[in-house]
């Protein structure tokens, strides 16, 4: 797979939306997914956009995906104090019959939420 | 169980050291994943089991590191003469997998927070 870049860190009061952002450079990538990461816990995947989509809504999430320019955005509305974690954005690129799509992750966001 | 269960959830080592970690993926899933979590850094893939499939070891960063898996269940990731660099938390994930290729979503572990002293 490419690369993945985040940046690292994004405070937002409470009740205000966040945007997290994302670029990726394989311009094979087949899906784009978002994970959040509570401390000390695995990764859960909270939502995913195939590669032919340009935005995917989901209860307080809004995914947009600019294919252009490889750029997938998390929009958070309504941002809770129990929203406050690590988000990580992922690629997977088409591998030969039989293999698997590997996502490749960014570094994550750490998402500050003040009340 | 419910979930991705891995153990221990903490280990310190002396330096030059080896280790075993254990993944107990969710019941039928036929795909596992190790990951290497870095502080501050994104995960790393190190080995893909699938099925009776030769497992993707392409991530692996030297041959200190090695996995095994008996059919779908347990796997064990072994790190031999353990350095102070492979201190991370080391991330399992399961998933089902179609015929075609096809992932579906990766369901993970809590992880094991390795610290090499």
């Known amino acids: 797979g490419g690369d993945v870049e985040q940046s690292l860190f994004l405070s937002v009061r409470e009740g205000d939306s966040s945007v997290i952002n994302c670029t990726y450079t394989d311009s094979s990538s087949t899906y784009l997914y978002w994970y959040k990461q509570e401390p000390g816990a695995g990764l859960q995947l909270l939502t995913y956009i195939f590669s032919n989509m340009d935005m995917k809504q989901d209860q307080r999430l809004t995914v947009l995906l600019n294919k252009k320019d490889k750029h997938l955005s998390l929009r958070i509305a309504d941002t809770q104090t129990g929203d406050s974690a690590i988000y990580f954005c992922a690629e997977s690129i088409g591998r030969p019959a039989g293999g698997s799509y590997i996502p490749t992750f960014g570094r994550g966001t750490s998402l500050i939420v003040h009340p | 169980g419910a979930g991705v269960s891995q153990s221990p959830s903490n280990k310190v080592t002396e330096k030059g050291k080896d280790v075993e970690l254990r993944c107990d993926p969710i019941?039928?899933?036929?795909?596992l994943y190790w990951y290497r979590q870095r502080l501050g850094q994104g995960l790393e893939f190190l080995i893909y089991f699938q099925g009776n499939s030769a497992p993707d070891k392409s991530g692996l960063p030297s041959d200190r590191f090695s996995a095994e898996r008996t059919g779908e269940s347990v796997s064990t990731l072994t790190i031999q003469r353990t350095q102070q660099e492979d201190s991370a938390v080391y991330l399992c994930?399961?998933?089902?997998?179609?015929?075609?290729?096809?992932?579906?979503?990766?369901?993970f572990g809590p992880g094991t927070r390795l610290t090499v002293t």
């Open positions: 994930a399961s998933s089902l997998e179609g015929s075609s290729g096809v992932t579906y979503e990766q369901y």
């Open positions: 019941s039928g899933h036929t795909a």
